[in-house]
Each structure stands twice: as C-alpha cells, then as structure tokens.
C-alpha cells in the first residue's frame, strides 16, 4: 500500500516565462521537452506577492494532460 494518491504525484518540471497573460497566467517553455505549456500561479505567490516577469526561470508542476500546470516556485 505504498501507492500514492493521483494528487500527490506531482510532476515537476523547470520552464521560463516566455509571455505574461492576463489573470496571472503564463506561457512557459519547459527546458526539457521544449514545449510551451500555459500556467498559472499558486495560490501562496498569489498572498506572497511574488512578481513573475518574462525571461523568469520557474518551477511548474504539469498537469496529467500535459498542456496546463501551476507555478510553484521563482527560481
């Protein structure tokens, strides 16, 4: 019974910001697969008020699809 819940697999991935869009969503090229995928931000950068600004090096979990994802952290 070491099997995770589907929430907690988490796949982490590191992009850069390429375009700010409205409603504190993004687009971002993930270094990897040199895709670009649209995110938004976590609720706590949302409270801390982290300011993301294109050419920023981010940290993205990707979502199941793996065209959505949410920003987690400001490398």
Do not use: W
């Not at 019974?1 to 697999?9: A, I, S, V």
């Not at 990897?32 to 993301?52: C, P, T, V």
């Amino acid at each position: 019974m070491n099997d995770l819940n589907p929430k907690e697999k988490k796949n982490l991935q590191e992009g850069i910001i390429t375009e700010a869009l409205p409603s504190a969503t993004f687009k971002v090229k993930l270094k990897d697969f040199d895709q670009e995928i649209l995110a938004h931000l976590s609720g706590k950068m949302r409270i801390n008020y982290i300011r993301i600004l294109p050419g920023d090096r981010v940290l993205v979990e990707v979502g199941i699809d793996g065209r959505r994802g949410r920003i987690t952290r400001r490398l």
